[in-house]
């Protein structure tokens, strides 16, 4: 499936490690795209103009299909034709393509980034911002966001538990001198997973601690970050200037474009499809289930399979997008007013 002439557009902001990764990998495979400016804080109008509530950054676009989730926009990603100069190597063998999937477990599910988030927000200088404080601790849906005394209180399990993190990579599958942990000729989808909160908490001053973790006791890992930013910032540098849209660009690119995907059907054995009841075209509400879980999407349900759901909803000027998102940590009900 290729993208042909509909346009690619990349809603972040700057400092956001979620969005880094779709960076990288848009990068890494050469595939060229337009991006589209948000703020670090809610409201983002640009994206309401879409009919859009979900509120994580990023959000791509491919045509008028709208991509939610960081996971889930690599892997419609994965399915576009490498670019020119693509660096990014492919899982192939049963072996890669387990590892994979189990760093997206291990850094996501078992919490193990939550707590590089917890380092980096204990220097980080948005903690003396109320309003980027009032942000989050919405976002986190009043739990999981932690005042400065909680993340002192936490900061030795903390370290203790990232301290196991580099342990692990560096006795393990680093530990034969590989380039990249999958064992492959250039970086995957597996590096980047690993790969982001090792190099956020290295821009943030003072948020690695470096008595418990340095160079000198990971020699390994360091010089496997320092390989994988380099590779991704040259990457970076081919793929050439981004050009940057504004909000009412973006979406007038956006409806005036086809829609990427064909439409998809209902699969009728879903247990959650047939414990509610759901049909074609029926209205329902979507929403991811950990964080930002008070911005809930609303439209007509398309279709419904074992990896993704998606919906139908109406844009500002009554244009109409798919919003496309991934099963896993996301949720759909019927919609009630």
Known sequence: MGSAEKPIILYHYEVSPYSKQVLWYLALKGIKFQQCMQPRIMPRPDLSRLGVKYRRIPVLTIGRDVYLDTRHIMTKLSELEPGKGARLSVATTPEQKALQRLFQVFMIDSGFGRCFVQLILYKTR????????????EFMSGAGFFPPEALEAMRPDTIRRVKDGFEFL????LSDGRDWLLGTAGPTVGDIEMA????????????????????????????????????????VDELGELR?????????????????????QIDETDVVVQHQKLKKGQLVKMWPTDTGSNHKDVGELVSVSDKEVVIEAKAEDGG?????AQRHGFAVAPYEK
């Open 126 to 137: 948005g903690m003396m911002d109320p309003e980027f404080v009032k942000d989050r601790t």
């Open 170 to 173: 560096e006795q393990t599958l």
């Open 196 to 235: 982001w909160p090792l190099l956020w908490m290295e821009k943030v001053p003072g948020a690695r601690p470096e008595e418990w973790i340095s160079e000198a006791k990971f020699p390994k890992v360091f010089a496997w970050m320092e390989r994988f930013k380099s590779t991704a910032q040259k990457a």
């Open 244 to 264: 940057t849209l504004t909000g009412e660009e973006a979406a007038k690119l956006i409806l005036g474009s086809d829609y990427h995907e064909s439409v998809g």
């Open 320 to 324: 109409l997008v798919r919003i496309h």
